[in-house]
């Protein structure tokens, strides 16, 4: 970590959708991918991960409502 960065600004990563593109019909894989992304938000450690490298909490939410 560089102690001489500084954040600036109101987030560091704007809000978007993004999408991870699998082949067509293969559901296991989908079904792998989601849980896995699911998992990752739910369980906080992609803030985690966000505040390891970014020294914030993620400045919006990534729970999805399903």
Do not use: C, H
Not at 1 to 27: C, F, H, P, T, W
């Amino acid at each position: 970590m560089n102690d001489d960065l500084e954040v600036v600004g109101d987030s560091l990563i704007s809000l978007e959708y993004n999408a991870i593109g699998v082949r067509k019909g293969d559901q296991d894989w989908l079904n792998y991918l989601n849980l896995f992304v699911f998992n990752l938000n739910a369980s906080g450690k992609n803030d985690e991960l966000y505040t390891k490298w970014f020294g914030e909490s993620l400045p919006f939410s990534l729970s999805p409502e399903f």
